[in-house]
């Protein structure tokens, strides 16, 4: 067992003049480093997993100074790599040791960026991106050539997704350029650490890492809010509760709310700050808002001088600030992950409770809220799927390593493979990637414009002119936003960007609410939307993107629930009234049972199914049956989707609901579907731009949304009419399939709607019909003002009719 005494007398000296011992496991992660081994910290939040990181490094250091960079820092948010900078500066100053730490990201200088590179700080702090962009330089095998240690922080929440496998290839790359690298993963909420101890190490060889555990800190102190004892009916943001959560905040030091889009975000901002009678310092964040007023709120937030913050995913992770003592996380959590991380930013620290609060918007979403509770009590997480690498990401860093200098092409193989997302990468599809990186594919090689690299007559792969690289490093990324314009006021002052297709509804006078403000458009400019401040009542600013659902383990303690009637007693009063008469007047399903009800309401045929397989494959189902009903002559009108459930409804009445269901869908409908809608044509936006077909800058200029959706269209026309197996195609699919249709997901409800359907031929709409009902027809009204009034009053009377025995 280590002691305190295996410290450098100066990092000794400075625990003992703030009365503090080192913990275990920041003691456990310096041996390892002094054995030169790499290891993955699994530990509570609060529990000084940064230190833990960089203690190593520190201690290093002050034993054998040296310039040049040292140790690499990624993590998922920049905001994070500003608040880790500020949390390591404190104590390297009151060591008064000579380490400079510096941070790297699409918003540093590009001086600053330029001197880092010829004379780096000993710890940098990046993102997976600008990492890869300094790999992608001549000289990144000097920079990195001494580098050892990459310290990578919150692995959980990026390893599985496209920026994971950007950062994986990366950190191949580095073991190439400095072989003697350690890697170290941090991590509050990871349920498999043996998948990520894979993920993190060389080779995907779990045994070259070791997992070092903190110790459990305090259980979090998690309630649900229930204003007046009532759940209502329909909704999904917990709006009603705005008077309690703002009492909340005056009776809190310091309050975070989360809410799971921007959108609400700045919808709730709203209804607090009418409801702000003190005047209290409150504000909002969010990734769409202006650097400068992100950076503003951070600072007002570090330095104590907030009441309340209203945020989205943009601050989910790590940010440490002390002075938090209540999250409020407003609406359903989606899973118990999510919610253990966002709880986690109360009080951070690891003898303290922390202190959360979920405010359901409806029913469902108690339920939901009740199951995220239980999970946690049962130390419970989401479930870790890991897939393979994305092509898209994989052309993108074979071109940023030849933007690097010549390659080989063996060496480069063995050294993607080293990758876990790349480890099974085939022979073929490494050479299928290189000849699109080459040609663009086969249908598009007439075109110089797609000619990236060529092989030279010694067998190594160049770029074919010096632009490439230039071009490279303009476009280079993974994170593609849908096309945005920036809102600003007519002195320049930026508040931040929407996306193009809400900025196509506004005209000169139309009013919405943008960085917690009431702006009136004056003008619509190029790319930029002049604005003023106003007081009058506006819309909410809407995002395109993707919806988080509710994860499987939490839809699978849903059904539980509801089959299991003993458990009943803990719900709300009006909660369990609701299921009692669901059950008497239809029934609950068996937990792996689907519940299909068919009813006539005002002259209208409808078809609920209950299947909890979340928003994203309802969504494509209610697709692929309303067309379905079209063929069978049922004269479908529409369909409404949420997390819990799908309603569709049409003219005639819906006698046979399991042909709707059955697994043929899946098939040919399904690819007829996807091919035929815009979702391809979104994924294959998306791979296009990742993986260089199409640049989204141009030195001294910026192609507008419209201007890349032209070409990426023209492009994807092209290439199905001629080339419909090309590698981008293929990756487009890919992405449709896993993340915009769920299709694991959907296929699971297929199967279980072949075996076990429950069909339930009710005389008019059931309870657990209501939330449904209640916006069949107006998932496009924009929130607020008379659209509520109306949706609670319809809600009012079909809850009344749904209840009536």
């Known amino acids: 067992m280590p002691t305190a005494t295996a410290l450098p007398e100066i990092v000794q000296d400075w625990f003992d003049a703030r009365g503090w011992e080192p913990r275990r496991h920041q003691l456990e992660m310096l041996d390892l480093a002094r ?46 790599s500003v608040d880790v900078q500020r949390n390591l500066l404190g104590p390297i100053g009151e060591m008064g040791l000579p380490i400079r730490v510096e941070t790297r990201s699409g918003d540093t200088p590009s001086d600053r960026k330029a001197r880092q590179r010829a004379r780096p700080p000993q710890i940098l702090l990046t993102t997976p991106e600008s990492l890869s962009l300094l790999l992608s330089y001549p000289d990144s095998a000097t920079l990195f050539a001494g580098l050892k240690t990459i310290v990578v922080d919150e692995l959980h929440a990026f390893a599985k997704e496209k920026r994971g496998d950007l950062l994986a290839l990366s950190l191949a790359r580095l073991q190439t350029l400095a072989p003697g690298l350690r890697r170290v993963g941090l991590s509050a909420t990871i349920s498999d650490p043996v998948a990520y101890r894979g993920w993190l190490a060389p080779d995907a060889d779990a045994e070259l890492v070791d997992l070092i555990t903190g110790d459990p800190g305090a259980e979090p102190d998690l309630s649900i809010l229930i204003p007046d004892g009532r759940i209502p009916w329909s909704g999904h943001s917990g709006r009603h509760a705005a008077r309690d959560v703002m009492d909340l905040i005056k009776a809190h030091k310091t309050t975070l709310v989360f809410c799971n889009t921007r959108s609400l975000a700045e919808l709730i901002f709203q209804d607090l700050w009418a409801l702000n009678d003190d005047a209290l310092p409150i504000g909002i964040h969010h990734g ?42 407003m609406g359903a959590p989606k899973g118990s992950s ?83 997302p790349y480890a099974g990468l085939r022979d073929e599809v490494f050479a299928e990637v290189l000849n699109f990186i080459a040609t663009g594919g086969y249908a598009l090689k007439a075109y110089d414009k797609f000619r990236r690299m060529v092989r030279d007559p010694d067998g190594r792969w160049r770029i074919t002119r010096p632009a490439v690289a230039a071009q490279h490093r303009m476009n280079a990324g993974i994170i593609v936003e849908q096309p945005l314009m920036m809102v600003r006021f007519k002195n320049g002052r930026r508040l931040g960007t929407i996306e193009e297709g809400f900025a196509s509804t506004l005209s000169p006078g139309d009013h919405f609410f943008f960085a917690g403000l009431s702006l009136e458009v004056e003008q619509l400019k190029d790319s930029d939307i002049i604005v003023h401040a106003s007081s009058k009542s506006a819309r909410i600013v809407t995002y395109g993107g993707q ?52 009813f006539e309401h005002h002259g209208l045929h409808y078809m609920v199914a209950y299947s909890f397989e979340g928003w994203n494959a309802h969504q494509s189902l209610g697709m692929l049956i309303t067309k379905r009903m079209e063929i069978l002559g049922l004269k479908p009108l529409g369909f409404i989707a949420n997390d819990y459930g799908l309603a569709c409804y049409g003219l005639e009445p819906i006698r046979n609901p399991q042909a709707l269901f059955s697994p043929d869908i899946l098939e040919q409908e399904f690819i007829d579907w996807v091919e035929n809608s815009h979702l391809l044509k979104t994924a294959f936006r998306e791979v296009a731009v990742i993986g260089g077909l ?64 429950v069909h339930v031929e009710a005389t008019r709409i059931t309870p657990m019909a209501v939330p449904l009902m209640v916006i069949v027809g107006r998932e496009a009204m924009p929130p607020g003002g008379e659209a509520d009034e109306t949706l609670l009053i319809q809600a009012e009377a079909l809850a009344r009719e749904a209840m009536q025995l």
């Open 547 to 598: 919806r988080m659902s509710m994860s499987t383990h939490l839809a699978t303690r849903v059904r539980h629930m509801l089959a299991d009637r003993n458990d009943w007693h803990r719900f709300p009063d009006d909660v369990r009234e609701w299921l009692e008469v669901q059950d008497q007047r239809s029934t609950l399903p068996e937990p792996e049972q689907l519940l299909v009800e068919t």
């Open 35 to 80: 054995a030169g081994r790499s290891g993955l910290l699994v530990a509570a939040t609060g529990a000084g997993k940064t230190l833990a990181g960089f203690l190593p490094t520190i201690c290093e250091l002050i034993e054998a100074p040296a310039e040049g960079l040292h140790t690499l820092y990624v993590s998922p948010l920049k905001a994070l």
């Open 694 to 757: 199409v640049e989204r800058h141009h030195p001294g200029k910026r192609k507008s949304g419209r201007q890349v959706s032209f070409s990426t269209d023209l492009i994807y026309d092209v290439l199905r009419r001629y080339e419909p197996e090309h590698l981008l195609l293929r990756a487009a699919w890919a992405d449709a399939r896993a993340r915009m249709t769920e299709l694991g997901r959907l296929v699971r409800l297929v199967d279980r709607a072949a075996a076990t359907m």
């Open 288 to 329: 769409s808002l202006a650097l400068e007023a992100r950076r503003k709120i951070e600072w007002a937030m570090s330095s104590g001088r907030l009441r309340g913050l209203v945020t989205t995913a943009s601050l989910d992770l790590g940010i440490d600030w002390g002075d938090i003592d209540l999250v409020v996380q």
């Open 338 to 420: 999510r919610l253990l991380q966002r709880i986690g930013r109360a009080n951070h620290r690891l003898d303290e409770p922390s202190l959360g609060i979920i405010v359901p918007g409806n029913r469902f979403e108690y339920l939901e809220a009740r199951a995220a509770l239980d999970a946690i009590d049962d130390g419970e997480l989401d479930p870790e799927n890991f897939r393979p690498g994305a092509l898209d990401v994989l052309a993108q860093h074979i071109l940023a390593v030849a933007c690097g200098g010549p390659f080989e092409e063996a060496e480069l193989l063995a050294e993607l493979r080293s990758a876990a």
